[in-house]
């Protein structure tokens, strides 16, 4: 349990620090709208309610996966699959460069 509970400080503090990273900033903005734009074309093309359509957006992304939601459109599933693949790079890419504020010395790891 200690070791969750430091792994989180350490998780935390890094996403702080990571905020003062203008390339952090701009990952994090650009996921943001990456999110809310499936949101939107979820919300319309499926009829999703807003929490749905952003949830199946961030599991999308996130490649966790969830039989329970899953488009029916043909559009819907067209856009999932680009989605999907310039997505996932793109969070990738934020938890990638959040590993890198990670530790106890506030500085960026470069290895």
Known sequence: ?????????????????????????????????????????????EGWSWLDSAYFSVVSLTTVGDANIAPSAAISKIFTMGYSLAGIGLMLAFVSRLASFRGDDGKEDID
Do not use: N, Q
């Open 1 to 45: 349990m200690k070791s969750l509970i430091t792994g989180l400080r350490d998780l935390f503090s890094g996403f702080v620090r990571g905020l003062h990273d203008p390339e952090f900033r701009a990952i994090g903005f650009l996921l943001l709208v990456a999110v809310a734009t499936g949101a939107v074309f979820f919300k319309w093309a």
